[in-house]
C-alpha cells in the first residue's frame, strides 16, 4: 500500500511517500526556518504564506522523486494538528482537495503519533516491542507517553510549561546563537574547552516522582548567569554545553523512571529535539541498564517530515470524511 503524506503543522511544507508503512520512496522537506532567524522564532503568519507558495509543487516533486504518478497512490494523510492554524490549513486543505480530486481514501494523523512512528521506519521489518515508552521531544511538545500496542497511548506526563526544543531555541537566542536553536546549541557545545565557567544550572523536577517536566526556571536560570556576567566567546560554548547536559539529564532520568515502572520492552524517542547527539547516547545507556531496544529516528526523520505521517497512517488507519475534516490545532493524546 502506497500513502502519501502531508506535514504543514509548524513551518515545514511537507510531503512524503510511503510503500507498507516502511519503506520511503520520496520525502521532500522544505523548511522556511531561514526567513524566521531575525527575529530568533518562528512568525506564523510569514511560515503559513510560505506554505500557500510551497504546497502543489512539494506535492509534485515527492511524486516525482518517487518516480510515480497520482494514480498509484493508495490513499492520502495528513496531520491535522497538533499545530499553528495558518499552517495546518494549508495541508488539511490540500490532502482533502487531493483526496476528492484523486478520489483516494484520506487518513488523520495526529503530528506527535507521526513523530512516534518514524521509529517504524528506522525499525524497518523489526518493529519496536510493547509495552513501549515514548519520548516525544519537539518545539511544542514534550511529553512521555506509554504504548501498550499500535494506537494504543497513555500520557504519562507532559510538561507543565516551555517544551524542550522551545528551551533549546530560547536558551540559543540568549547566547546570541542563530534559530532553530538546538542544533546551535548541539555545535557550539561540542567546540566547549572551557571547563573555567561554573553554571550550577538546575535539574527541574528531576527528583519527582511523577512524568512531567518544567524547564522555564531552567530558562531563566541561564538568561540570569548570561546576564550577570560580561562572557567571552569561550563562555558561550561552556554555558550552552552545561545547559545541554541538565535538559538532557531531565529527559533521560524521567525516561528510565518510565521504563522501570512500566516494564518497558523498548524505548522509541521522537521530535526535533530527538536528532540531539548528547540526548541519544545517554538514552542509549538507559537501554543498555534495563537491556531495553531503542529506537530513533534518522536525523532527518526527527524533524517535521511527511513520511512520518504516511507511516502513522499505514498503521493507524484513521479513515475520515474528507468532507469533515477539520484541523485541529491542541490536538493532544
Ligand atoms: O519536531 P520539530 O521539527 O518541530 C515541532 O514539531 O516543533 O522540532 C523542532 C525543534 C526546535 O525547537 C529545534 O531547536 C529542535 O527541535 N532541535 C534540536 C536539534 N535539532 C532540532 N534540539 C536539540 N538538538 C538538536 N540537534
Ligand atoms: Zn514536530
Redesign the pocket.
Known amino acids: 500500500m502506497i500513502i502519501l503524506g502531508i506535514e504543514t503543522?509548524?513551518?515545514?511544507t511537507s510531503v512524503g511517500i510511503v510503500k507498507d508503512g516502511v519503506e520511503v520512496l520520496s520525502n521532500v522537506v522544505s523548511s522556511s526556518a531561514e526567513l524566521h532567524t531575525k527575529y530568533g522564532g518562528i512568525v506564523p503568519e510569514v511560515a503559513a504564506r510560505e506554505q500557500v507558495k510551497l504546497m502543489v509543487p512539494v506535492v509534485d516533486q515527492a511524486l516525482s522523486e518517487s518516480n510515480l504518478t497520482f494514480d498509484s497512490i493508495d490513499a492520502i494523510s495528513v496531520a491535522y494538528g497538533p499545530?499553528l492554524i495558518g499552517s495546518l490549513l494549508i495541508g488539511v486543505e490540500a490532502a482533502k482537495a487531493l483526496s476528492v480530486v484523486w478520489d483516494k481514501p484520506l487518513i488523520a494523523v495526529n503530528?506527535l503519533v507521526g513523530?512516534l512512528y518514524a521509529n517504524w521506519i528506522t525499525a524497518g521489518n523489526k518493529s519496536p516491542k510493547f509495552p513501549l515508552v515514548a519520548l516525544i521531544?519537539?518545539?511544542?511538545?514534550t511529553d512521555l507517553i506509554l504504548m501498550e500496542n499500535v494506537g494504543k497511548f497513555k500520557l504519562l506526563g507532559s510538561t507543565l510549561d516551555d517544551?524542550?526544543?522551545?528551551v533549546?531555541?530560547k536558551v540559543?537566542r540568549v547566547l546570541g546563537l542563530g534559530?532553530?536553536?538546538?542544533?546551535?546549541?548541539?555545535r557550539v557545545s561540542g567546540e566547549n574547552k572551557n571547563d573555567k565557567v561554573t553554571t550550577n544550572f538546575p535539574r527541574p523536577m528531576m527528583s519527582r516522582d511523577n512524568f512531567n517536566f518544567s524547564f522555564s526556571g531552567l530558562k531563566t536560570s541561564v538568561a540570569n548567569f548570561v546576564k550577570e556576567r560580561k562572557l567571552a566567546e569561550e563562555d558561550v560554548a561552556s554555558i550552552a554545553s552545561d545547559f545541554?547536559k541538565s535538559i538532557v539529564d531531565v529527559l533521560v532520568r524521567k525516561t528510565e523512571m518510565a521504563v522501570s515502572k512500566y516494564g518497558a520492552k523498548s524505548i522509541a524517542v521522537?521530535?526535533?529535539?530527538?536528532?540531539?547527539?548528547l540526548?541519544r547516547e545517554r538514552i542509549k545507556g538507559v537501554g543498555d541498564r534495563n537491556s531495553v531496544e531503542i529506537f530513533f529516528p534518522t536525523?532527518g526523520l526527527?524533524?517535521?517530515n511527511g513520511a512520518m505521517i504516511a507511516t502513522a497512517a499505514y498503521f493507524e488507519k484513521k479513515v475520515v470524511d474528507p468532507l469533515k475534516l477539520q484541523a485541529n490545532p491542541s490536538l493532544h493524546f
Do not use: M, R, W
Open positions: 503543522t509548524c513551518d515545514e499545530g503530528h513523530h521531544v519537539s518545539g511544542g511538545h517544551a524542550a526544543g522551545e533549546f531555541d540559543a534559530y532553530p536553536g538546538g542544533p546551535e546549541i548541539e545541554q521522537g521530535g526535533g529535539v530527538a536528532a540531539n547527539s540526548l536525523k526527527s524533524v517535521d
